[in-house]
Nanobody, 127 residues
Framework: QVQLVESGGGLVQAGGSLRLSCAASGRTFNSSAMGWFRQAPRKEREFVAVIGWSGGNTYYADSVKGRFTISRDNAKNTVYLQMSSLKPEDTAVYYC????????????????????WGQGTQVTVSS
């Protein structure tokens, strides 16, 4: 029903910024909660941020709160993750994910709750 493709990853110095994009195909995008997760080598996949279908409800992991901003443009079927003040600890493969349908966005912290996943984009932050 939904196909997700991430882009925007790359190499950035500590303190720098990147904006990740996730393009979604499928007309159910507007009814979804969209999340960003990340996974570093030898670590579990962890929650980063989630946004509701309207864009009004956003939630962040404590580790990125104040530095990352999630947003979505339903007209473009795209969700974004603006990352600022990047740290080496942010280095990971970043995945976007969609949950359909979405009712309680504030509860969607677990990757097992999501229905669709992109293939990921690498973010590397150098010290």
């Amino acid at each position: 029903q939904v196909q997700l493709v991430e882009s925007g990853g790359g190499l950035v110095q500590a303190g720098g910024s990147l904006r990740l994009s996730c393009a979604a195909s499928g007309r159910t995008f507007n009814s979804s909660a969209m999340g960003w997760f990340r996974q570093a080598p030898r670590k579990e996949r962890e929650f980063v941020a989630v946004i509701g279908w309207s864009g009004g409800n956003t939630y962040y992991a404590d580790s990125v709160k104040g530095r990352f901003t999630i947003s979505r443009d339903n007209a473009k079927n795209t969700v974004y993750l603006q990352m600022s003040s990047l740290k080496p600890e942010d280095t990971a493969v970043y995945y976007c994910a969609a949950k359909l349908p979405a009712y309680y966005v504030g509860s969607y912290y677990n990757y097992l709750l999501y229905n669709y996943w992109g293939q990921g984009t690498q973010v590397t932050v150098s010290s």
